[in-house]
C-alpha cells in the first residue's frame, strides 16, 4: 500500500497538530509491514526538517493559500499531482484534497470552528467551508476522542461507523521528567523568573483556552489565600482577545514564559504544584495526560473531551465558573502517592504505537474499498 500523509503541521514551530504528526509517522515506522509514507507539504517553504524515519518527500509543492479555494469549489487538482500514484492520501489537518483514485483519509481535531467561531483566527474559520467538502470526500474520517466523534456524526450526519477514533499518545519520556534544579544551579535549565512553587498552564494563548477566567479566579484565590502558589503560563502568543476584561497580568502574580522546548517543558511540568486547564472547549487535551505521567496533579474544565481523556484522575470544574475555579486554586489537590501512580498509569496506557495501528487499521480499510462504499455527504 502506498501511503501519502499531509506534512504541513511539521513545518515551523510544533503545534499540536504538529505533534500528532510526528508522532503518527515515528510510531509507524516502527510497525511491521507499514507503509513508507510520502511528506506532502502544501506550502512552498523549507522541507520538513528532520523528517521522520521511513519516509519521503513527494516530487511536487503548491501552497494552500492557492489550493484552499480551489478544493472548496471544485475536485481540481487532484492531490496526486503533488504525491505521484498512491492507495491512501492521510489529511492530518482538517482538509482533504480531491483525489484521482486514492482512499481519502481525514483527521478532524475538533469542531472549534463550529461550536467557538469567535475563538478562532481567519485561517480555521475557513473549515467551517472545507471541513464538509473534506466529509464528503473521505472514505474514513479520524478523530481524537469519542466526544468528537459524537460531535462529528450529529454537526455532519456522517454515519458513526465511518469514523474512528484513535486517541493520542503520551511520549513514555515524560514519566522520566524532573522538577527543575534550584534557581542558581550551575548549568541548570531552570527558566529564567520561574517561581519555586507555581501552578502552570501550558497550551496557546488564545481565547478558547479561557486564561482570563483563570487569571481573575487566580487573583480572588490569592487574595483569600496569600500561600496559593503564582501562575506561570507557558506556550507561544495565539491570536484574538485573550485578556478580555482580566487585568494584564504580571508578575509576581502572573509569569509568562512564552514557548519552551520540550526538554524544558517536562521539567517545568513535573515541578508545578498541579496543572490548570480551563479551557471551554477541546478535542484532546494531551496536556492532561503529560502531566499526569510526570505525576503532577490536574485541574481542568469538565468540557465533554477533558473528562473523557482525564478518566477520573483530575478534579474537573465548569470553565467559566470563575467562584469554582478560584476556589480550586484555594485548595489545590494534595492527592497520595497511590493516587498520583494511579493517574501515571492511566496516562501511560495511552501510546503512539496503539495510534498508529488504528491509523493502519484505517489505510488498509479504506483501500479496500475504495470505489465500493463512499461516505455520506
Not at 22 to 29: G, I, P, T, V, W
Not at 185 to 205: A, I, M, S
Not at 213 to 236: C, E, I, K, S, W
Not at 278 to 293: I, K, N, T
Amino acid at each position: 500500500m502506498r501511503l501519502a500523509v499531509d506534512a504541513t503541521p511539521l513545518l515551523g514551530r510544533p503545534s499540536g497538530i504538529g505533534r500528532y504528526t510526528r508522532s503518527l509517522l515515528e510510531a509507524l515506522a516502527l510497525l511491521p509491514g507499514a507503509p513508507e509514507p510520502v511528506l506532502t507539504l502544501f506550502s512552498l517553504r523549507a522541507q520538513v526538517p528532520d523528517p521522520p524515519d521511513r519516509t519521503s518527500p513527494a516530487p511536487r509543492r503548491l501552497p494552500a493559500r492557492l489550493l484552499h479555494p480551489a478544493w472548496s469549489r471544485t475536485p481540481w487538482p487532484p492531490v496526486e499531482w503533488l504525491t505521484g500514484p498512491v492507495d491512501v492520501f492521510h489529511a492530518t489537518n482538517f482538509v482533504l484534497p480531491p483525489t484521482r483514485r486514492a482512499a481519502g483519509v481525514v483527521t478532524v481535531h475538533d469542531l472549534s470552528f463550529v461550536h467557538h467561531a469567535t475563538t478562532v483566527d481567519s485561517a480555521v474559520t475557513a473549515y467551517r467551508r472545507l471541513v464538509p467538502r473534506s466529509l464528503e470526500r473521505a472514505d474514513a474520517v479520524v478523530t481524537v476522542t469519542h466526544a468528537m466523534k459524537a460531535e462529528i456524526c450529529a454537526e455532519y450526519g456522517v454515519a458513526p461507523d465511518s469514523v474512528t477514533v484513535a486517541h493520542l499518545g503520551v511520549d513514555p519520556g515524560w514519566a522520566l521528567a524532573s522538577p527543575p534544579p534550584a534557581a542558581g544551579t550551575p548549568g541548570g535549565t531552570r527558566p529564567e523568573g520561574l517561581p519555586e512553587r507555581y501552578v502552570l498552564f501550558t497550551g496557546n494563548l488564545e481565547p478558547r483556552k479561557n486564561l482570563a477566567t483563570l487569571v481573575r479566579a487566580h487573583a480572588r484565590a490569592r487574595a483569600q489565600q496569600p500561600d496559593v502558589p503564582p501562575l506561570v503560563l507557558v506556550g507561544p502568543p495565539g491570536w484574538g482577545d485573550v485578556w478580555g476584561d482580566a487585568a494584564p497580568p504580571g508578575p509576581p502574580d502572573v509569569v509568562q514564559l512564552g514557548y519552551l522546548p520540550e526538554p524544558v517543558l517536562r521539567s517545568v511540568v513535573a515541578g508545578a504544584s498541579a496543572l490548570v486547564m480551563p479551557s471551554v472547549y477541546e478535542g484532546f487535551g494531551l496536556p492532561v495526560l503529560e502531566a499526569m505521567a510526570c505525576r503532577t496533579p490536574v485541574l481542568a474544565s469538565d468540557v465533554a473531551a477533558l473528562a473523557e481523556v482525564a478518566g477520573g484522575h483530575a478534579r474537573l470544574v465548569p470553565p467559566m465558573d470563575e467562584d469554582a475555579w478560584a476556589q480550586a486554586l484555594v485548595d489545590l489537590p494534595d492527592p497520595s502517592p497511590e493516587r498520583l501512580d494511579a493517574a501515571r498509569e492511566h496516562a501511560l496506557s495511552f501510546t503512539w504505537e496503539a495510534t498508529a495501528r488504528t491509523h493502519l487499521e484505517v489505510f488498509r480499510s479504506a483501500a479496500a474499498r475504495r470505489g465500493t462504499h463512499r461516505m455520506p455527504g
